[in-house]
């Protein structure tokens, strides 16, 4: 039995085989983001219908991720491993051969499942194998596995895209897919045997039902507008629902998603900027390459590389951002990363009407550095104020609140701009131009909540005691 003392050759490469995975998920969401003007064209389909390819993707995760603690208890990391990456690879072979957007739609939703059972899997390996004194490094590291997806994802979607067609970007994956399998099931392990345990179905459903409906009301309110009945009744069968799903989980002991530890003000706070980082990055991903496209008239390659330079920027700093945390403590990188992504979100506002190439990109580099400083220590910093017991029912509700953020992040803003499409139809540039300012605004407000969430961490919270 490996000792926790030190971080051992195999726990590095079980965590980046699953991050792989969790990798693979990002890079496809990222490069289909950037064709999404080319499916419009060849599928005959809407901005609103368009942007479920990531959004059913997120909704997906954002119900699979909270089983992740029962599964962690009832099956092998191993066996959780191979499941998830044959759903993956069965979801991309799918979507590479979809004769319609139904089964395209469909071969997402399957790789959703996959990416649910990966994510949490890797943070999990983290939390349960690796020292505490490495900790803000290996959730650097699983954070820059993920984060260098937004780099390679829009400029191979474009490229992709340009050179071979949009299934190039699923067939692209298959190899690497086929890498993380190998290397998983020959390094991951666990140390705690595998226990009875029963899943809470009722509490699933009715989570399930409380996060669709939410989608789907914000998704709505593009062509039914924000007070029409249909959305206004669809928010309030989602609130009834998550409420119902939470008070239940209060009165089990093995509750699907253990809502007791956001009783902790730390943790409840550091998830919260979490899921708040994730909607601006997730809205900014999907904003960038469509105005480029439909508004600054450049092609999906380009559009896709003004991704890159930010998105590499972001995935270096989020190590550094955790050898900081080890050395320094929290607040340096939270609080930086903070006022960066805040200022950035605030100029991409300002500037919008002027937005050029060159200065797309250097505002998301200075976004991305924000946010590659922010996200991983706030999570490190976050989990650290629970008790050991309760690390994987932490990890457990952040990755399903970040999936969650990411949905929302990508309806709302797809949402804003439909909007302003489908007022001024034959004057595509300009009512896209006029959408994505409105939704920068929107990705501000958001900015500047998890800017609050920061100050009372730091300012009113700042000398309590961590867990044991």
């Known amino acids: 039995m490996e000792s926790k003392q030190k971080l051992t050759p195999r726990v590095v490469a079980s965590v980046i085989a699953a991050g792989i995975m969790s990798f ?37 995760l954002s119900i699979i991720i909270p089983t992740s603690s029962y599964l962690r208890r009832r099956f092998t990391m191993r066996t959780l491993f191979i499941v998830g990456a044959s759903c993956f690879l069965a979801g991309t072979l799918a979507a590479a051969l979809a004769p319609a957007f139904p089964v395209l739609l469909a071969g997402r939703l399957v790789q959703g499942v996959g990416t649910g059972v990966a994510l949490p899997l890797m943070f999990n390996i983290i939390l349960e194998q690796v020292p505490r004194k490495s900790m803000g490094l290996m959730i650097g590291i699983a954070n820059f596995i993920t984060s260098t997806a937004p780099a390679i994802g829009p400029s191979l979607g474009g490229f992709l895209v340009g050179a071979a067609g ?12 086929l890498v993380s399998f190998v290397m998983g099931a020959a390094c991951i392990r666990q140390e705690a045997r595998p226990e009875p345990s029963s899943l809470d179905i009722c509490g699933l459903i009715v989570l ?116 900081i945390y080890d050395r320094l403590g929290a ?90 499409q489908a007022a001024d139809p034959s004057h595509m540039a300009a009512a896209t131009a006029t959408g994505t300012q409105q939704a920068f605004l929107l990705v501000v407000a958001f900015a500047a909540a998890e800017a609050v969430c920061t100050a009372i961490i730091f300012g009113v919270f700042k000398n309590r005691k961590r867990a044991v």
């Open 166 to 177: 949009w299934r190039a970007v699923f067939w692209a994956l298959v190899p690497l897919v």
């Open 331 to 420: 607040g340096v990188s939270i609080i930086t990363g903070c006022v960066v992504t805040l200022a950035s979100t605030l100029l991409f506002f300002w500037l919008a009407p002027t937005l050029t190439e060159p200065l797309i990109i250097c505002l998301f580099v200075l976004y991305s550095l924000g946010k590659g400083a922010n996200l991983p220590s706030n999570m490190t910093n976050g989990l650290a104020h629970l008790a050991s017991g309760q690390n994987a029912d932490g990890n457990a509700i952040i990755n399903t609140m970040q999936q969650l953020a990411g949905a929302i992040g990508t309806v709302f803003v797809s949402t804003v701009v439909a909007s302003a």
């Open 208 to 323: 399930a039902i409380g996060f669709a409906c939410f989608i789907f009301a914000a998704n709505s309110a593009s062509s039914a507008g924000w007070t029409s009945p249909l959305v206004l009744g669809l928010f309030a069968v989602a609130a009834v629902a998550i409420a119902l799903f939470c008070k239940r989980s209060l009165s089990q002991p093995d509750a699907l998603l253990n809502v007791r530890v956001l009783r902790d003000p730390v943790f409840a706070l550091s998830a919260l900027g979490i899921l708040l980082v994730q909607f601006c990055t997730l809205g900014l991903a999907f904003l960038i390459p469509n105005f480029a496209q439909l508004s600054l008239g450049i092609g999906a390659f380009t559009a896709g590389c003004l991704l890159v330079p930010g998105a590499l920027a972001g995935a270096v700093q989020a190590p550094l951002s955790g050898i």
């Open 24 to 60: 693979s998920g990002v890079v496809v969401e990222s490069s289909m983001n950037v064709t999404f003007p080319t499916l419009m064209g060849e599928f005959g389909i809407s901005t609103a219908v368009v942007q479920w390819i990531t959004t059913g993707y997120l909704l997906v």
